[in-house]
């Protein structure tokens, strides 16, 4: 092997884009504790804590509330995967990149894809979603509650009204917003949830937190196919993570321990109090975008506070932005994806970068950034800002 | 929630079972470097360096060879779920119970199952293979080249011979004995191989290596159905691993670092110093079970060095002897899988346990504890390994 290996220093980083988020310390010191065997009694313990922060987080009872030990993207093919059998009508309702990875999970697990098309950055109304199904068949359907791609947050409470009206299950995304925003999964009554590790909770990525209520689980044991995962079967996973113990795969030790620890951190904030943070510091941060005289992608209302994608200025090549924080800040904002790709920069305000001086820093560096590639921004975002925090 | 959490405190463990494996600690502080973005250029020599150790531990030079963001289990079903289309005949050799998985997987992936069982503890032999491939028109073959639950190698080399004089591509499992034991997979010519990242290389549990000659990538890239699998696809995740660098998934940053530390550790001691000294502790280690009067459940030529079943005395209960040895000496042996359960414990000396205090120590431990359960062994267990060390 013809390569030089140095020792691993990634340098400092302040993960502002779409995920991962920064880990707090003490996320850091959990994953490095001495690793345990996945059958050992302590694991056991820490197991169902996991579960018990999992249920916190979710605002659920649901038994069936586990992490899969993969990514979000495996959260998504996990509930995917368990509730299609092969033939069954799934609506998706698609507003960006991440509803149209749902569409393309459907048809690979055998599923009649039905699709509705919402505008990027407007969200889908309930009225919508009641004549797709008014003219399908559909006993699943498919929505991202915050797309990453967007920052739309989409009305899911009232569209699990009509998806059950319908007789059908809701499955929902909150990879991007669980932990950032309220989503009461029992009390909103979604059937299926997913997430991610690494955004809100400020996990290490490498997790896909899981929850799944009565009906999905009847449903999925009830099944006449077998689930074409094997790493991702529902039961047998419950067969490890509850009473039986029985091994299925070998747990990520490490990253669960990081998983609970992050969860920990949010229990012990309160996760309305989590809730206003988030809120707090975007208001914070379109005080200063507004004031720089920079556009948000979505209207106002619509707007998910934990990321967002910010228009970049005419004659602004928004890479050469994006590689500026990177390299004189450290900062990590992402590009724009899909529609949205070169002209738009998506600022993630996520878990523990949810703060006001990831604020403060991103405004300042983004004044200086913007200057240096010759556009004056109209007035001082971070003076903006701080009208926000003193009022 | 009723629950106190108080601070996470696994305690010392010895992990001396059939994975995960004792951490390095340099594994533990690379895993805690500072988190960067699955995107940042930083990670992108992360992964290229990523990619030649995995390289270099497979012995192959083959373009395809990456980390899948799961476990092990993962890693098998990405080489089924990619090689198998409907319909297509695979042999599976089941000498165990993760050969029972492999069969498993091929139902789950709608090919044609066609199994032949080897007595537990007995390896196959290439004729028994080629008996089975003369009947049969299996174009890919599945065998488990050291069972954790047998501890077996298997004769991968011949038996890869007699797959390719058959026109098929063979799928070797290396979970245990990667890194522990010679398995070059170019020279062999093993077509599809995966392993994980908790035995013989002693990372933390989550990743699972995977490598494919061009041969299997043709057959992938050729196939007329989907891969019914998203999250495993290959084509897919090369977009990401390779020189397109286009997002999949958000990589697992932290056990990726973890990973290419472990796997650096092995390139600087060399792997075949790494071998040698997997044979020498387990030359020791045999020397001391011998002595005591204690038996190994394989035959001594066919067993493989890192991982091995030994059966409890008459009279002693494996599960009581297991629970004395992690609460008072706090090592972890594995029970006993399948056919093995309740009649022998699974000592494994993987990657960094592979180590002259891991074999005293356990040795002598064993002795106090099966005195404790009233059973007297034979001669000193510990004396005995002294005598090969000093040899």
Redesign the interface.
Known sequence: ?N?E?SQ??????Y?M?P??S??HQRV???????????L????QQ?ME?TK??L??VFQTKNEWTIPI??????GM?TCF?NLIEPGDEVLICVGGYFGD?MA??V????GKLVRIEGEWGIPFSASQVKQALDNCNASLVGIVHTETSTGVEQPVEDIAKIVHEHGGLLIVDTVASLGGTNIPVDSWEIDICYS?S?KCLSA???IAPVTMNERARDRILGRKT??????LDMGLLMKYWGSERS?????????I??L??AM?LI?EEGLENGFSRHALNYTAFKAGIDAMGLSFFVEEPYRAPMINPILAPEGIDEAKLRGRL?QDYGI?VGGG?GALKGKAFRVGLMGQCSQKDHVMLLLGALEQVLLAEGHQVQASGVSAAAIVYNS
Chains 1, 2 share one sequence.
Do not use: C
């Not at 050992?40 to 694991?43: A, V």
């Not at 048809?107 to 055998?110: A, K, N, Q, T």
């Not at 077998?226 to 790493?231: E, F, K, N, T």
């Not at 091994?247 to 990253?255: E, G, I, N, Q």
């Open positions: 092997m390569r290996f691993l220093n990634p340098g400092k980083r993960l884009g995920g991962p920064d880990m850091y010191q959990a994953m490095s504790a001495p690793l345990v065997g996945h050992d009694p302590y694991f820490v804590e018990d922060l249920r916190y030990s993969a990514t979000g993207s495996a093919e995967t990875r393309q999970m048809e690979r697990h055998g991610g690494q290490p990525p490498g077998p689930i074409d995962s094997w790493y091994y299925h795969h070998t747990a990520p030790v490490s990253s321990y990081a609970r620890e920990l229990h990177l990590e994806l």
